[in-house]
């Protein structure tokens, strides 16, 4: 059985950036939910044993899994997601991510503007990712829904949710304000 993590902050710890009533109902309310719903969706099946990594990988491209899928990927997004926030946190990556970053975008400052204008470009409900695949390549991969990267054999280094519920009580309809924020204040590489 799947458990709700446990936040690595606070949940006033983000303001004025991220209100508590924002990580209330995002972790309390919709995370535990997806934690819910998909502890009830495997028992007894054959993934009831298996990681979140496993059964994202073994339901993936399976319509006869889609909820399992769709809860399963949900609570590793959101899990990943925690981990890439924090006031405090490195504002920067590691000095051999930050080569790889640069080699690949130019820049650290022209990362942040495509993984920006990803964010607020993409359609609907989803995420945007930095993924590495396994010939050490890095790209911003913009996915819908609970889709990610593990259901693409490709590594996940980090995220931000664009799902109205995780901006829309602080931010209203300014994704691009939230996203801002999260580069500019939030954004955790450690």
């Not at 959101?78 to 946190?89: A, E």
């Not at 050490?136 to 991969?141: Q, V």
């Not at 593990?150 to 931010?171: F, G, K, Q, S």
Request: hydrophobic share 40%.
């Amino acid at each position: 059985m799947f458990k709700l993590i446990s936040l690595p902050f606070e949940k006033n710890a983000l303001k004025p950036y991220m209100s508590e009533e924002t990580l209330t109902f995002h972790h309390d309310k919709h995370h535990q939910a997806y934690v819910d719903n998909l502890n009830k969706l495997i028992a007894g099946t054959k993934f009831e044993d298996m990681s979140l990594e496993e059964i994202i990988k073994q339901t993936a491209e399976d319509i006869e899994w889609q909820s399992i899928f769709n809860n399963a990927a949900q609570v590793f997004n959101h899990n990943f997601f925690w981990k890439c926030l924090s006031i405090n946190g490195t504002k920067r990556p590691k000095a051999d991510l930050l080569e790889k970053i640069e080699q690949r975008f130019g820049s650290y400052e022209n990362f942040e503007q495509e993984f920006k204008q990803a964010s607020i470009s993409q359609f609907g409900s989803g995420w945007v990712w930095l993924t590495e695949d396994h010939k050490g390549n890095l790209n911003i991969l913009k996915t819908s829904n609970a889709d990610n990267p593990i259901a693409h054999r490709l590594t996940p280094l980090m995220t931000i949710d664009v799902w109205e519920h995780a901006y829309y009580l602080d931010y209203q309809n300014r994704r691009a304000d939230f996203v801002d924020a999260f580069l500019t204040h939030l954004i955790n590489w450690s």
